[in-house]
């Protein structure tokens, strides 16, 4: 089973700031099937990246992703208030086939 | 408009059953494999089922297979989840997602969501 740990839990930042959000695998994961999702509260999650860099539709070029293997990054280079959220890093693999990271909480300074 | 809009949760006790259902609009809905997530409160995300575009194959979480069963109903853009057995681990916020299909010059990309519904509350109680 694949386990994904995200860390840190807690980011605390300030508007304009750049966030570097961690989402660490327990076994290589293809970057082809790495996603990830912003969630703010009471709303559906969002997908924000997939196959570990390219940007969904309608994502800002602030956010992006990068990594391989079983270390990957979600970048967000100049956050704007609507930023502060938690997020999710995915992955598709074997049994189960969709983990999802414990989330990463993003929360003004 | 593209969207999905889940219902059918509600207060239920344990060993009781529940249907949800989810329909979409705005896009081709047959032609989409589909997926249940839930979140219980103050959680993370944990995927439920997926089921093909045209309900052939289905697949589930061990956390409830036997209990649960994903359907579709492609003429009426509706997907559903069957609950039964059901325990108090089970309450949580339940979303149905689409998943997602790129395909750029050289690669595909498929296994992410692409597009959630707002959910529906599950909550097992006595």
């Known amino acids: 089973e694949i386990v994904l740990t995200q860390s840190p839990g807690t980011l605390s930042l300030s508007p304009g700031e750049r966030a570097t959000l961690s989402c660490r695998a327990s076994q290589s994961v293809s970057s082809s099937y790495l996603a990830w999702y912003q969630q703010k509260p009471g709303q559906a999650p969002r997908l924000l990246i997939y196959?570990?860099?390219s940007r969904a539709t309608g994502i800002p070029d602030r956010f992006s992703g990068s990594g391989s293997g079983t270390d990957f990054t979600l970048t967000i280079s100049r956050l704007e208030p609507e930023d502060f959220a938690v997020y999710y890093c995915q992955q598709y693999g074997n049994s189960p086939l969709y983990t999802f990271g414990q989330g990463t909480k993003l929360e003004i300074k | 408009e593209v969207q999905l809009v889940e219902s059918g949760g509600g207060l239920v006790q344990p060993g009781g059953s529940l249907r949800l259902s989810c329909t979409a609009s705005g896009f081709t809905f047959s032609t989409y494999w589909m997926h249940w997530v839930r979140q219980a409160p103050g959680k993370g995300l944990v995927w439920v089922s997926r089921?093909?575009?045209?309900?052939?194959?289905?697949i589930y979480a061990d956390s409830v297979k036997g209990r649960f069963t994903i359907s579709r109903d492609n003429a009426k853009n509706t997907l559903y989840l069957q609950m039964n057995s059901l325990r108090a681990e089970d309450t949580a916020v339940y979303y149905c997602?689409?998943?997602?299909?790129?395909?750029?010059?050289?690669?595909?990309?498929?296994?992410?969501?692409?597009?959630w519904g707002r959910g529906t509350l599950v909550t097992v109680s006595s």
């Open positions: 997602a689409r998943e997602g299909r790129y395909c750029s010059s050289s690669s595909c990309y498929t296994e992410f969501f692409d597009l």
């Open positions: 089921i093909h575009s045209d309900g052939s194959n289905t």
């Open positions: 196959g570990a860099s």
